[in-house]
């Protein structure tokens, strides 16, 4: 069974620096897809940005990258510019693609508690 | 688009009652499913359902029943409430065809606090 590890509880940064938060996992899978998830105050789960095991180049979305090491099996967040609204839950989630049913079954981490401070 | 409509947001139950959590998707999805959020454990997977009639397990499915009678429906049974049952619990759907999966990632509802006293 797959298993996601996030090894920082809590994490706080500046407004307006930059963050990582990281997240390894452990598969003996070699393509899978790697998402993380950000869930503010509000409760909603969010989309964050995506990564697909066999491509090389590490995604990309605004003020959010990744750094995807395939080989150490690490899949870290940079949150750069980090804004007030960042403060959130983030969720690393693991996903082992299958033909037929169980294509969406995400194995989740246990989360970091991001605080952006102003 | 409504997109997952989960009801009710917030329960409160006394040991040993009976609740079904409503879960609604309007996106025509084959795939749902159920996680509960406990502080310090992640996200986990209860139950899911591939489409209409079709139901399998997670990874912790024990004091759960699920159905899915309808493509847009996929309710989560609680027989007799226990505290352990605590949590918070959110309905998730995405197509289901392999070659979208990765374009097409889980939409969650926003979530029913659930307590059991």
């Known amino acids: 069974a797959q298993t996601v590890t996030q090894s920082q509880p809590e994490m706080s940064v500046q407004e307006a620096e930059t963050v990582t938060l990281s997240c390894t996992y452990d598969?003996?899978?070699?393509?899978?897809?790697l998402f993380w998830y950000k869930q503010p105050p509000s409760r909603q789960m969010i989309l964050v940005i995506r990564?697909?095991?066999?491509?090389?180049q590490n995604a990309t979305e605004n003020r959010f990258s990744v750094n995807f090491q395939k080989a150490a099996k690490s899949f870290s967040l940079k949150i750069s510019d980090s804004q007030l609204g960042d403060t959130a839950m983030y969720f690393c989630a693991f996903m082992k693609p299958r033909s037929g049913g169980s294509n969406y079954k995400l194995t989740f981490g246990k989360g970091t508690l991001l605080t952006v401070n102003p | 688009n409504a997109g997952v409509t989960q009801t009710p947001k917030f329960q409160v139950l006394k040991t040993g009652q009976s609740m079904t959590l409503q879960c609604a998707q309007d996106m025509n999805h084959e795939y749902m499913s159920w996680y509960r959020q406990d502080p310090g454990m992640g996200l986990r997977l209860i139950h899911y359902s591939v489409g209409a009639g079709i139901t399998d397990q997670g990874e912790v499915p024990n004091g759960y029943n699920v159905s899915r009678s309808t493509t847009e429906d996929f309710p989560l049974r609680l027989l007799s409430a226990a505290p352990s049952q605590t949590s918070v619990y959110f309905c998730?759907?995405?197509?289901?065809?392999?070659?979208?999966?990765?374009?097409?990632?889980?939409?969650f509802g926003n979530g029913t606090r659930l307590t059991v006293t």
């Open positions: 990564q697909e095991a066999y491509k090389q």
């Open positions: 598969t003996s899978e070699s393509n899978y897809y």
């Open positions: 998730a759907s995405s197509y289901s065809r392999p070659a979208s999966s990765y374009n097409s990632p889980l939409h």
